[in-house]
């Protein structure tokens, strides 16, 4: 069945650094979407992508879509404590209702 | 707050028991999704009903089933359980059936087999 595949599975960050987690597929998606749980916490929406190359910006996360639709990207500039959790993407394919959840990438963050 | 509401927050049972999870998915949302996180795992996709009707399945076993009534509240049961089952499940809610849905989750149910 359809994997999606997230890497790393930890990160941990000097707070005021950058860091990239990446989402993969070996089918071409229809979107992908990017959820966030923090710890104790359930899942919650960040955003979706759908078009080829699409980019998108939330404050200091940027988001990207792959030109093949085959892949993603989180990126977070000068990473703060509140942006310790774990980031899941979730890809789904053309015609399928169902998403497909990566394992995720469990951030912490260095004071 | 997302809006779905999870009931109970905790449960603890024996292997062999079987358990029933409750959802009600946010108002005027019509899908209502399940997964299973383990412990350091990812979410796991069990399965998705429609405005009562199954939609689509995942990796559910064969001792989990699960339904969604008129009112759109949606139950998981887990019998003969097994010290595996261990693990929070969620439900989401979706307005629709698309995968291009957001998905609002639930705060969970820990469940806890001895």
């Known amino acids: 069945g359809q994997q999606v595949m997230q890497i790393p599975q930890y990160q941990h960050v000097q707070e005021g650094e950058d860091f990239t987690t990446y989402c993969n597929s070996s089918t071409t998606l229809s979107n992908i979407q990017w959820y966030k749980q923090r710890p104790g916490g359930h899942p919650v929406f960040l955003i979706q992508?759908?078009?080829?190359?699409e980019v998108k910006k939330q404050k200091r996360l940027t988001f990207q879509f792959g030109e093949a639709k085959k892949n993603s990207s989180l990126h977070i500039t000068a990473t703060q404590t509140t942006d310790v959790g774990t980031y899941f993407c979730a890809g789904s394919l053309y015609n399928d209702y169902k998403l497909s959840f990566g394992a995720g990438t469990t951030v912490t963050v260095r004071a | 707050d997302s809006g779905v509401t999870q009931t109970p927050k905790h449960l603890i049972t024996a292997t062999g028991q079987r358990v029933t999870l409750r959802c009600s998915p946010r108002s005027g949302d019509l899908s209502v999704y399940w997964y299973q996180q383990s412990l350091d795992q990812g979410l796991q996709f069990l399965i998705q009903y429609y405005n009562g009707e199954e939609r689509a399945k995942g990796n559910i076993l064969e001792r989990f089933s699960a339904q969604q009534f008129p009112d759109l509240h949606s139950e998981l049961n887990l019998s003969s359980l097994e010290l595996g089952d261990s693990a929070l499940y969620f439900c989401?809610?979706?307005?629709?059936?698309?995968?291009?849905?957001?998905?609002?989750f639930g705060p969970g149910t820990r469940l806890t087999v001895l």
């Open positions: 992508l759908v078009k080829s190359g």
């Open positions: 989401a809610s979706s307005v629709v059936d698309g995968s291009t849905d957001t998905q609002y």
